[in-house]
């Protein structure tokens, strides 16, 4: 009877070692490239998966992360390696929302099982203050004495006064033939506007002049202006949070990824001091000029 069971025992375990076997090639992790950053400078957010070739398998839901944004994402790459397979997701994620925030444990389902990765804090701030740089403190207020009475100045005043009236008495007295009215210009439309100032910007280098805050700085103007006299936004002071927000319904996934770089972008070269690429110049611009052209486009088909 003893050897009855010590014969169960034994097979019971060799039953179960090929499970924790399998079980240890199951492997997630989730990482950054670093944990703090700056408003809308991006971050790189890389997902990993290693398990059992043959094993069912779904993949990380990243489409909502609470206080982050996806700007970019590239093609999850796969590798296979004896019986276990590797794959490996890399994407750009930002944030416009100053604090502390966690990315969370995010679940794969492998056979039967979920797993989680571990989650990830990440500090989001502004551009610290420069410590070697002059502090200016608040002076008080300097007490002015009032001046004496000086009659000068009002008797220069009433003779300048007087003057003025001599001279338009002896304008108006002159009976002159009243000059051609000049036709009224024409108003240009919020669109025309828009495709004229990206026109005249396109002929501006960035790289050649140097002015890459200013050449951002009226991409970001020339969109905020056209969005206003579309009644799309209301207000010019808005973040490039809200632009984004107020016109991402009437742009497609990937147009709304583009834009969404690109006002990443705009705001790290003003505000972060990033110094963006030649492509970068060039992309960004296409990018603007793209995202006015369908709102337009959307606009009119609305209207007819």
Do not use: C
Request: charged share 25%; hydrophobic share 40%; aromatic share 8%.
């Amino acid at each position: 009877m003893r050897a009855l069971r010590l014969f169960i025992t034994v097979i019971i375990l060799l039953a179960l070692v090929p499970i924790g076997a399998a079980a240890q090639h199951i492997q997630l992790r989730a990482s950054v490239d670093r944990n703090n950053m700056l408003i809308g400078e991006p971050i790189l957010l890389t997902l990993e998966g290693e398990f059992p070739r043959d094993a069912p398998h779904n993949w990380f839901n990243t489409d909502s992360l609470a206080h982050f944004e996806e700007i970019e994402r590239a093609e999850i790459d796969t590798a296979l390696q004896g019986n276990d397979q590797f794959l490996k997701l890399v994407l750009r994620i930002t944030s416009f929302d100053s604090g502390s925030w966690v990315i969370p444990m995010m679940s794969l389902r492998v056979g039967n099982n979920n797993y989680l990765t571990d989650s990830i804090v990440i500090e989001v701030g502004y551009t610290p203050a420069d410590p070697n740089k002059p502090y200016h403190d608040i002076r008080d207020i300097i007490e002015v004495q009032a001046p004496e009475n000086d009659y000068t100045t009002y008797i220069a005043i009433a003779a300048s006064v007087l003057l003025l009236l001599l001279l338009l008495y002896l304008l108006f007295r002159k009976k002159k033939k009243a000059p051609a009215s000049q036709p009224a210009q024409t108003r240009l439309t919020a669109i025309e506007k828009a495709r004229t100032e990206l026109k005249a910007l396109q002929a501006e280098d960035p790289a050649t002049t140097g002015r890459v805050k200013y050449y951002y700085s009226r991409l970001n103007d020339i969109l905020r202006d056209y969005l206003l006299a579309k009644k799309i936004i209301t207000s010019p002071d808005g973040s490039n949070r809200d632009v984004f927000m107020s016109v991402q319904s009437k742009l497609g996934h990937e147009e709304k990824q583009a834009l969404a770089k690109a006002l990443t972008l705009a705001d790290a070269a003003k505000f972060a001091k990033y110094q963006p690429t030649a492509t970068d110049h060039a992309d960004v611009f296409q990018t603007i000029q793209s995202s006015i052209e369908k709102i337009e486009q959307l606009d009119n088909k609305v209207l007819s």
